[in-house]
């Protein structure tokens, strides 16, 4: 059996395994193409760290077996879809609950469980207004966001290195003892700056279900916005024209005047260099569904409990869907269709992540303070090569030139 390292190659594979370790196997591959285990204990987990990363090994599954394709990590069967169209057929007509808080909750050792349908909507409603009224209440401190807002907190040493292990349940303990005091200041009390725990105090959550919430969406919220604003501000030094044309846009509607949460809604390119961002940096390569009922996609029977991951990372890199799809071009979401399918992917619009819509603003935000004032430059000869995990990044720092604009 491989050692249990084997499960920080990426901070995803931890989190799937995670939510494997919850629910019960499906041991029936039902037809479905794919790869047989290469061991009987670890499944195909030797393939994915072989491959480099779960992301790395999906492209070459789908390659060769097509859309939709299954696994095992360990002795649980994984099915993987790869198209936008095997996608619609799963999303909308099979009950599936979204894992990614169970996963994290998990890690986190909450023991919590997930409400019933009208309970996750509810909070699903919640986090919504929660994120809207927050970034309205707190816009002036957004101004002031200037550097990624940290890393990872699983990178493999915890189960070797007592000390870091120890570093990071203390770390742990302190942000809960933080939340913890918040809400108790929080609740019951009127105050001028709305923060997001105030929608979930709000809410009539109990403390536990608050503090776990905080942190969940802390968690992801931050990274993800680290990352699209690193991967923003690499794309734009690559793309003169790109650059040139959000300069014109943000001058045009700020002028000389103050960055305004009104005026930062006009931003229509911002927004398509955003988009376009998350789509060529791969900026989720995987999302996961745990399949509820035994539910269908295309030919295939997709058996109960089994966890059906979105090859997001293969998704939006399909030639069939976005022509040309390694060139960074935010112009190409003029097209509605495009848009539509964006959506789709829960990227944007009704299907919008309340962690990516935080992350679109403030990485708004931090562009129109930058472009604004200065020109963004490569370093001549850096090659950025890139690591996929929960949220791709690259393996190295990323560096870059910079000039004052006239």
Not at 101 to 112: A, D, I, P
Not at 165 to 178: H, T
Not at 199 to 215: A, F, T
Not at 367 to 395: C, D, M
Request: one cysteine or more; glycine letters at 6%; charged letters at 25%.
């Amino acid at each position: 059996m491989l050692d249990f390292a084997i499960f920080a190659v990426t901070f995803l594979l931890a989190l799937v395994g995670a939510v494997l370790y919850l629910y019960p196997a499906s041991r029936q591959a039902a037809g479905i193409p794919g790869v047989p285990p290469t061991e009987e204990k670890d499944g195909n987990l030797p393939d994915i760290v072989n491959s480099g990363s779960l992301h790395e090994f999906l492209v070459h599954l789908h390659e060769r077996y097509g859309p939709v394709v299954s696994f095992w990590f360990g002795r649980r069967l994984v099915v993987s879809l790869g198209t936008v169209d095997v996608l619609k057929q799963h999303i909308n007509p099979n009950k599936t609950s979204d894992p990614f808080e169970t996963m994290l909750k998990s890690l986190l050792r909450y023991q919590s469980t997930g409400g019933n349908v009208s309970e996750n909507h509810m909070r699903k409603k919640l986090y919504e207004n929660g994120v809207t009224a927050s970034l309205q209440s707190n816009f002036a401190l957004l101004l002031k966001v200037w550097a990624e807002i940290g890393k990872g907190f699983l990178d493999g040493s915890l189960d070797k290195s007592a000390n870091r292990k120890k570093q990071y349940e203390d770390a742990l303990m302190q942000l809960e003892s933080i939340l913890k005091k918040i809400i108790k200041e929080r609740r019951g009390m009127n105050f001028n700056q709305h923060i997001f725990i105030d929608s979930l105090v709000q809410g009539n959550l109990n403390d536990q279900q608050i503090l776990e919430d905080s942190m969940i969406f802390s968690l992801a919220s931050c990274i993800i916005t680290a990352k699209l604003c690193t991967w923003a501000i690499c794309f734009l030094t690559t793309s003169e024209e790109v650059q040139k044309k959000l300069y014109e846009e943000i001058d045009q509607v700020f002028g000389k005047g103050p960055i305004t949460p009104e005026k930062i809604e006009q931003l229509r390119y911002c927004r398509q260099v955003l988009c376009e961002t998350v789509r060529a940096a791969r900026l989720t390569p995987v999302s996961a569904r745990l399949q509820d009922v035994e539910g269908k996609v295309d030919k295939f029977i997709i058996p109960r409990e089994t966890l059906v991951l979105y090859a997001l990372g293969v998704v939006l890199q399909d030639p069939r869907t976005w022509p040309s799809p390694h060139k960074f071009d935010p112009e190409r979401f003029d097209d509605e269709s495009v848009v539509k399918t964006f959506s789709l992917l829960g990227f944007s619009g009704t299907q919008e992540c309340p962690e990516l819509r935080c992350a679109y603003m403030v990485t708004t935000v931090l562009l129109s303070v930058l472009v604004r004032r200065l020109h963004l430059l490569s370093v001549e000869g850096q090659v950025i090569e890139t690591k996929y995990e929960l949220v791709t990044s690259s393996k190295e720092e990323a560096w870059i030139t910079v000039s004052k604009r006239c």
